[in-house]
């Protein structure tokens, strides 16, 4: 079946520029993550949704970070006023119900590179 | 969630086992031990968990210490394929994934 999609697969944004990152869940998954993961290292926790519910932003990193789930299911993560530190891979990951130890799947990624 | 230390690197021979080891010396009672593996350029895959016995997968083993303060993912004929980023996450059922740096695995032909 289809996996976890993301587009776009590469953004190059100039500083100051918004951009959006758009997630497309494995259907039926209530739960989705958003990651940042920085050159050379691993993926640090944003946000996460259960449905349409935004349970817990506790990761990320400014006001500037946006991201919304308004159907339950297609997710997008907002950048307002881009800055060079934004550059990273941001990676998306669904999975069941919260409630259990269920394993996450992960899209591709989008590279985002603020210049 | 409780932090895990892994070696930065480690190096293995096509065909032959690898054993990648984890410390989680302040791991707790309902703490899952999780392994993720990243290829290049791809997101984050699941390999394996497990909470206190040894687990078995098309994928590879877990073995857990009795004490559950370490353990151990067990590829059991490394390929060429195997060479990515291995994380171990100790994750409360539930709760998010906190990744740490991990163990990038060479894999020589």
């Known amino acids: 079946g289809a996996g976890v999609s993301q587009s776009p697969r590469y953004k190059v944004a100039k500083r100051g520029q918004d951009v959006a990152l758009r997630c497309d869940p494995i259907?039926?998954?209530?739960?989705l993550f958003w990651y940042q993961q920085a050159l050379g290292q691993g993926p640090e926790f944003l946000t996460y949704f259960q449905n349409e519910a935004q349970l817990d932003k506790s990761g990320l990193p400014s006001d500037r970070f946006f991201a919304e789930r308004p159907e339950g299911s297609v997710s997008t993560l907002k950048i307002q006023r881009t800055q060079q530190e934004d550059s990273a891979v941001y990676l998306c990951?669904?999975?069941?119900?919260?409630?259990?130890?269920?394993?996450?799947?992960f899209g591709p990624g989008t590279r985002l590179t603020v210049t | 969630d409780a932090k895990t230390t892994q070696p930065n690197s480690m190096e293995s021979n096509e065909e032959e086992p690898v054993h990648l080891p984890c410390n989680h010396s302040t791991i707790s009672g309902t703490d899952y031990i999780h392994w993720y593996r990243q290829l290049p350029s791809q997101g984050p895959e699941y390999v394996i968990h497990g909470l206190t016995s040894n687990v078995n997968n098309r994928m590879a083993s877990l073995a857990i210490a009795e004490d559950r303060k370490s353990s151990t993912l067990i590829l059991h004929r490394a390929t060429l394929r195997d060479a990515a980023v291995y994380y171990c996450i100790l994750r409360e059922a539930g709760n998010d994934m906190r990744f740490g740096a991990g163990t990038r695995l060479t894999v020589k032909p």
């Open positions: 990951a669904s999975s069941r119900p919260r409630g259990g130890p269920y394993e996450q799947y």
């Open positions: 259907s039926g998954h209530v739960s």
